[in-house]
């Protein structure tokens, strides 16, 4: 087989495993899960590099194919509340944890600390039904 048709399912591949080096520096590095403004333009403007997003912010295909806007969330790079949001839409938490976590929120709980703790349990649960896929897939 000619060598270019590799070319494109390596790139992907690399990109798959830049995307996972980075969700994990920012859910479990030493420095702050949630982004400020300067870190997220940077994040931003690598995963437009990526081909993951558009320079209008919204997800290409295949951003969306790889669930960019919940490992947006395993980066920080969404607001606490709407991460919330986000993390039931995947069946990674349920409405009444969502709610319950929205009121610690409300009431003024630090984010950094209420959520990255239970972000990174959603992250491993998420990698793990994931795994699982690709293994049924392959059967």
């Given at each position: ?117 239970r972000v990174r349990r959603a ?17």
């Amino acid at each position: 087989m000619d060598d270019r048709m590799h070319d494109p399912l390596r790139a992907k591949a690399q990109v798959l495993r830049d995307l996972d080096t980075l969700v994990v520096s920012r859910l479990f590095g030493n420095g702050p899960w949630l982004v400020d403004a300067e870190t997220e333009s940077r994040i931003s403007r690598k995963l437009c590099e990526m081909g993951l997003v558009e320079v209008v912010s919204r997800a290409t295909a295949f951003g969306m194919e790889q669930h960019l806007d919940l490992k947006m969330v395993f980066m920080g790079m969404w607001d606490p509340g709407d991460a919330l949001w986000e993390l039931n839409d995947h069946g990674l938490i349920d409405a009444d944890e969502r709610n319950r976590l929205e009121d610690c929120l409300m009431t003024g709980a630090d984010p950094e600390v209420l959520l990255r703790d239970r972000v990174r349990r959603a992250y491993y649960e998420y990698c793990a039904g994931t795994e699982r896929m690709t293994r049924d897939s392959a059967k």
